[in-house]
């Protein structure tokens, strides 16, 4: 049996990515909850990233938080990053994260055509936005295009958004440009069928992501850490690739990089499959590749029963288990890892995991553990 400790250690090295200093390499990555009621995170919110920043999370990433904009959410309950109640509420959540020494980020995000008509949304009589007014999953266009002002609307709106992370204390936001929302929209061929600046080749369809993350790098000045998290995959349509060759993804890449991105947030379904045929590198791997940028990978980390074999004697890692990410951590592969549901089930998973506390994990992975704490 291998030394289980000493190569978990890997997780827990101390990194410094420009003025982003983390204790450890772990993400507690994006996810949606739904308990802000009227947009405003409480006492509750902050207590659950209190809980995830004193069990050895790196870094958090909040749950998406919504631009000023009627129509930015989809569903009710969500977060709002707008307004003195909500912004009073997230230094709230800064100030009881950095209490404990985390540090936390907020996801800045809007949803675009994934807000459905007939859904329960706030601001019900707002219609959905997007490049082509198309929807995500069925293809029809149900709305009229973005108008040149709507764009540049929420460009500044995105702006404004960064501007007040800083000022409230965050340290760095992250741009959701990822899973078939709106800046993801204008990436995809299928949501964006513009024939402006705004349309185009895949390079060309960058140019409202370019311009949203030049706004919140003027807002933020040249040192505050600025996030990108894009996909491949989108909803519903988990097979879709932007590029399908590495010299296309470079491509892509490249404009949002010159334009102020510091980290890039590769989100795959399953962090061990490679990317492109031929090379073992995943999605986060052939990102730092192209771009030179640091990178945070993620996709089911820790949550396949088969990830307890690797403190088991007796049991080879398999692709779903922690060895191979920790090996593809050490070569430097990627910098971050994000942990997604397990975290959000279990606050303690980061201590859980150092202190190889395994009966626990174990327990955690019958069913034991299922609190939304």
Known sequence: MKDTNSKLEVLFQPITLGKLALANRIVMAPMTRGFSPNGIPGENVAGYYRRRAENQVGLIITEGTLIHHPAAAEGLGRPVFYGEDALNGWANVVREVHQVGGKIIPQLWHVGMARQIEGQNPNPEALPIGPSGIDVMSGREVTKPMSHEEIDYIVKAFGEAAA?????????????????????????????????????????????????????????????????????????????????????????????????????????????????????????????????????????????????????????????????????????????????????????????????????????ERGAEKTLS
């Open 164 to 364: 007040e992370a800083k000022r409230i204390g965050f340290d760095g936001i992250e741009i959701h440009g990822a899973h078939g929302y709106l800046i993801d929209q204008f990436f995809w061929d299928q949501t964006n069928k513009r024939t402006d600046e705004y349309g185009g080749d895949l390079v060309s369809r960058t140019r409202f992501a370019v311009e949203v993350i030049k706004a919140c790098r003027k807002a933020v000045g040249p040192d505050f850490p600025i996030v990108f998290r894009f996909s491949q995959w989108k909803m519903g349509h988990y097979q879709e690739k932007l590029a399908k060759t590495p010299e296309e993804l470079a491509a892509f890449l490249a404009p949002l990089s010159a334009a102020g991105v510091d980290i890039f947030h590769a989100s795959t379904r399953r962090y061990w499959e490679e990317e492109f045929t031929g090379s073992p590198l995943n999605l986060a791997g052939w990102t730092k590749k192209l771009t030179g940028k640091p990178v945070i990978t993620v996709g089911s980390v820790g949550l396949d029963t088969n990830f307890t074999d690797f403190f088991t004697e007796g049991k080879g890692a398999k692709h779903t288990s922690v060895e191979p990410l920790l090996d593809r951590l050490t070569e430097k592969e990627f910098d971050l890892v994000a942990v997604g549901r397990a975290l959000l089930a279990d606050p303690a998973w980061a201590t859980k995991i150092r202190e190889n506390r395994i009966d626990e994990l174990i327990a955690f």
